[in-house]
Nanobody
Framework: QVQLVESGGGLVQPGGSLRLSCAASGFTFSIYAMSWYRQAPGKERELVATISSRSVSTVYADSVKGRFTISRDNAENTVYLQMNSLKPEDTAVYYC?????????????WGQGTQVTVSS
């Protein structure tokens, strides 16, 4: 069965960095695009970044462009999100998901997510 397990969140001061990981299993990871999403309290879940199946292409939300970097390791079935210059507005639960198409919708059940809190 498909499983996505996010980790790496925590409490960080503004300007700090975190690296999130998402371990995937139960599907052929290397043929799917992967994305990170986030959901802040009282807001809808939003797409943060997407990486193509072989890491050729990436795309970011305007709000994180230049600060976040998505990457993946197909040998380890893991996708990462390096977050630098964090701002309080980055506070949210972060989720990963798989996509059959780069611009398509997520196809897997959501995992538990990992909480990121940016606060002094």
């Amino acid at each position: 069965q498909v499983q996505l397990v996010e980790s790496g969140g925590g409490l960080v001061q503004p300007g700090g960095s975190l690296r999130l990981s998402c371990a995937a299993s139960g599907f052929t990871f290397s043929i799917y695009a992967m994305s990170w999403y986030r959901q802040a309290p009282g807001k809808e879940r939003e797409l943060v970044a997407t990486i193509s199946s072989r890491s050729v292409s990436t795309v970011y939300a305007d709000s994180v462009k230049g600060r976040f970097t998505i990457s993946r390791d197909n040998a380890e079935n893991t996708v990462y999100l390096q977050m630098n210059s964090l701002k309080p507005e980055d506070t949210a639960v972060y989720y990963c998901n798989a996509k059959r198409d780069y611009w398509g919708p997520p196809v897997a059940h959501w995992g538990q997510g990992t909480q990121v809190t940016v606060s002094s």
